[in-house]
Each structure stands twice: as structure tokens, then as C-alpha cells.
RNA sequence: GUGGGCAUAGCUCAGUUGGUUAGAGCGCCGGAUUGUGAUUCCGGAGGUCGGGGGUUCAAGUCCCCUUGUCCACCCCA
């Protein structure tokens, strides 16, 4: 008979995570600026089940998410799938519920999704998505305003050195409406995405073994993409290209339109970036096709994308529900701001440390902590009493900015000891003064 | 799903053509120091060398499998 027990080796799934405090107090923060930053622009906030049946999502995002999907049968037997992002489920909860809505309506969604793929740096099978959309109005004000969002919100996040590319999807479809093309649209764009990656010779040639296309018309495309100058040089270029189609006219004018209001609105019109190449691999997408990615980090990829998507309720619904949003990659722009530098990984979820001297008089802590609490400030209280060395050491560490020191000394004499942990100073004060001199040191 | 690189203490890593008891720095805990974080000094804990199998007198080291991770592809937040 053994004498060990049979432990269980505690792990996680392959490609999902644990979070510890440092990792997930800048993650709060970070959505709590997106949440902040939609709010302003009058997002309203939604939440849907992580869990649809299978018919609500399949064939939605496009053959690849379709295979990344988790999909099983629940004990009702019924055909049920994680949602792959929020934009599809939004989709379904705006069909469902728009008698009520009234449109436009506007949302935000902060949500977990789930794909079944390879994790990588920057890429995790369960992830947090930050979206933001627009449905129910086809105004060029709204895709103008989203691309606005996604300024203010790396701004507010502390980015200075971020590029937002920008695209319409009518352009590439006024060129192959132009060469009676428009059945391979979806290949033809899967093919242009890696322009930047692969190259134009190896574009070419899945263009035409991939995609079907004679060597002329692939040259025509790749004519297109690979258009260079300024936006204004670009779009007159890609003009002519599209020749009499309509949707590229469209398409031209709305992305002259986007450029010129976002300088209008006051943006720095250096984050904003024709980008010809850009596609979206998600099927749903007709229009306007943002993407936005870090100077200093290109390699993980775009941040928060979206678009343009005039059709996608329509599979819900025969009520017309154009709608236009984006989506910000919380845990990969998580990954990226480790990368920088810009997360400090100190864990304080509040300003205030209270080292513990004797435990006799404990009831005298609680009852000061509960003071302090009382006057606004969040407050740690240490547990038992430790060498006071050590638990300074504690909350230094955890990144505490103030530690409130006291004894039987300062107890009896009605005072306190504010210590500024950074100077490493202490004054001692009344304790009814002692929140002033609190804030004064927290600089609030 | 495909191809490749890695896997040794909490962290970063040494470890020679296979050869005695697997090391260092940092961190952690205790003490010198009964109420103040650094430095210094002393002491301590912590490893089935990712897991399994094989070759060998002998494997951290070589081979196979497996899991994890990273990179590239695919695709994407």
C-alpha cells in the first residue's frame, strides 16, 4: 500500500493562462481605459454568453475560424461552440434585440474568446477581446469616429509611436469588378495579406496557382497593392485602376473623406496610414478595414483591428444592420507593453501599507485601517508581527507608496508615522491629520 | 495542422570527447540588529537535470517517443 498521495501535477491547457497580480492589475487598468475611452465616444457597455450554439458562429469568421472554433455537444445534446470573437455574436444579440435597441446603437464589449490554434508570443487560445461597434447606420461619420477610437485610445493607453493602416475593401473590389473577378475576392485577398511578408514574386504566384488568376490579371492586382507615395498620390493612382466600378468609386471616396476628417477632428494624421495591402482574413468585412500596429513592435501584429461589416446580421435577421467597429487585442497588447518596458510589475491594488508591530493591540490596527478606509484610502493591514524591516521590505516590494507606522507609542499618544516609502522618510502626525498628510504624499 | 530551436534551483544561466557527491549569480528564509527597507558578515532551505523508454560498465550529456515553450508557416487580437 502506497504511503504518498497521488498528486495531481497542477497545469494549465496549452495556451491558456494564469494571472497573478502583476500581470493582472495593468491588465485592469488597461481595460479600464478602453472602457473609458468607448464611453466617451458614447459606446454603451453589452455582455453575451461565451457559449452559442454552433449555427451562430460556423461559417461566420471564414473557413479558418471554423476550424479553430471549440465546438462540442453539451448534456442536452445540443451543438454548442466558444465564441472566436464578440463582432459575430454581436451580430446575433443586435438581430435579436434590435426592436428594443432602436438604432443606431452603439456598444462596447469586453470579453473573453477562444481559438483553438497554436499559441506564439502574442497569441493565446483564450484571450481577451475589447471591442467597439457601431450598427444600424451606414454614415461615413461612424467608420471616421472609429478610427478617432482607436487614436484616442492608444493615446490614452501611453502610446505615442503606433500606425493605424488603414483600407477600403471596395477598392480591391472595383479592380476585379473591373477584370471580372469578384468570385475570388477571398482568395485574391488571403493572397495580398502576406505582401508584406512573402513578397511580390511569391504573391504573384499564389495569385495565379492559388487564386486562379491568368498572369495578367495577378499583375493588375499586384499593380494595385503595391502603389506607393503619399495618401493622396496613392488614392488618385488607385483610381484610374478601378477603373468605372462603382463600389471602387465608393470606396476611393470614403478613405479621402476618413483621411481628411481625421485631421480635421484635431488627430495627429501621422497615425493614420493608407495601407493598399491590408485585407482582414475574416470574411465578413465590405468596407473600411483598419489595423493598428506598434512602431516598436511590428512583429506582434496588429493590436486592434476591424472594420466595416454592411452584410454579417443580415444571416440573422432580414432587417438591413450595416455596422462598423473594431477590436482591441487586450492580452496581445499586453505582451507588447511587457515587451517595452511600459508595465512597472508592482502589485499594490491599493496606496496604503500598515505594518503590524504588537499583537496585543490589534484591535488597535484594525480600527485605524478602518479609519483610513473610512476616509477614502484603500489600506493593507500586515497580518502578524514581523521584524518591521521585513515587512517594509514586503510592501516595497508589492510597490506600496505610503506605509502607516504604529505601536503602543503612537497608540497612547493619539499619532501615527507616515512614511513615504520611495524617500524612505517618516513624519509623525495627529491622527486625524494623518489622511491629509496621506494624500499629500500619494499626490491626490 | 506543417517545419525548426530550446527544456538544469523561485529567476537568469554554467556544466569540457559521456566519468566521483550537479554548480554560480540573483532572489528567498533565519541570525548579527527587541521599532525602519540599503550595505556587510554568518547560517539555511530549495533539483527524481520537463516526463517516459533505449544505448552503455557509466547518461544532465548520445538515440527514440512524449509534453511544454519559443520561432517560422498558416492565420489572427
Not at 2 to 21: A, E
Not at 59 to 65: L, N, P, R, S, V
Not at 177 to 199: C, F, H, M, P, T
Not at 307 to 335: F, I, N
Amino acid at each position: 500500500m502506497s504511503t504518498k498521495p497521488n498528486l495531481i501535477q497542477p497545469r494549465t491547457l496549452k495556451g491558456f493562462r494564469d494571472f497573478p497580480p502583476q500581470m493582472m492589475i495593468p491588465r485592469e487598468a488597461l481595460i479600464a481605459t478602453a472602457k473609458r475611452v468607448y464611453s466617451s465616444f458614447g459606446f454603451s457597455p453589452i455582455d453575451t454568453p461565451a457559449l452559442e450554439y454552433t449555427e451562430i458562429l460556423l461559417g461566420k469568421g471564414g473557413a479558418e475560424t471554423d476550424k479553430q472554433m471549440y465546438r462540442f455537444e453539451d448534456n442536452g445534446g445540443r451543438d454548442v461552440g466558444l465564441r472566436f470573437d464578440l463582432t459575430v455574436p454581436f451580430a446575433r444579440f443586435a438581430a435579436q434585440h434590435i426592436g428594443q435597441l432602436g438604432t443606431p446603437f452603439k456598444r462596447y464589449h469586453v470579453g473573453l474568446v477562444w481559438r483553438g490554434e497554436n499559441a506564439q508570443r502574442g497569441r493565446y487560445r483564450e484571450f481577451i477581446q475589447c471591442d467597439f461597434d457601431t450598427i444600424g447606420t451606414v454614415s461615413p461619420t461612424s467608420d471616421i469616429e472609429s478610427a478617432l477610437v482607436i487614436h484616442s485610445l492608444f493615446r490614452e493607453l501611453g502610446f505615442e509611436r503606433f500606425t493605424i493602416r488603414i483600407n477600403d475593401r471596395r477598392l480591391l473590389s472595383g479592380v476585379l469588378e473591373s477584370q471580372g473577378l469578384v468570385e475570388r475576392q477571398g482568395d485574391v485577398l488571403r493572397a495580398l495579406d502576406k505582401l508584406g511578408k512573402i513578397g511580390p514574386e511569391k504573391v504573384a504566384k499564389e495569385l495565379i496557382e492559388g487564386a486562379g488568376l491568368s498572369a495578367q490579371e495577378a499583375q493588375a492586382v499586384l499593380e494595385f497593392s503595391a502603389l506607393e507615395g503619399s495618401t493622396g498620390e496613392m488614392l488618385a493612382k488607385a483610381e484610374s485602376l478601378v477603373g468605372d466600378s462603382e463600389a471602387g468609386a465608393l470606396g476611393i471616396a470614403s478613405l479621402r473623406e476618413l483621411f481628411r476628417s481625421v485631421e480635421a477632428a484635431g488627430a495627429d494624421p501621422a497615425r493614420f496610414a493608407l495601407d493598399l495591402s491590408i485585407a482582414r482574413g475574416l470574411d465578413y468585412y465590405t468596407g473600411t478595414i483598419f489595423e493598428t500596429f506598434l512602431d516598436d513592435l511590428p512583429g506582434i501584429g496588429s493590436c486592434c483591428s476591424g472594420g466595416r461589416y454592411d452584410d454579417l446580421a443580415g444571416l440573422y435577421t432580414k432587417e438591413h444592420l450595416p455596422g462598423v467597429g473594431a477590436s482591441l487585442g487586450v492580452d496581445r497588447l499586453l505582451a507588447a507593453m511587457e515587451e517595452l518596458g511600459m508595465v512597472d510589475g508592482t502589485s499594490a491594488p491599493c496606496p496604503v501599507f500598515m505594518p503590524m508591530l504588537e499583537k496585543e493591540r490589534d484591535s488597535d490596527y484594525l480600527a485605524l485601517a478602518m479609519e483610513l478606509r473610512a476616509a477614502g484610502l484603500g489600506v493593507e493591514l500586515y497580518p502578524e508581527p514581523r521584524k518591521l524591516g521585513a515587512q517594509l521590505k514586503y510592501a516595497d516590494r508589492r510597490g506600496f507608496r505610503v506605509a502607516v507606522i504604529a505601536g503602543s507609542r503612537e497608540f497612547d499618544a493619539g499619532t501615527v508615522q507616515v512614511k513615504d516609502l520611495v524617500q524612505k522618510s517618516g513624519q509623525d502626525h495627529g491622527r486625524k491629520d494623518a489622511p491629509a498628510a496621506i494624500r499629500a504624499l500619494l499626490g491626490v
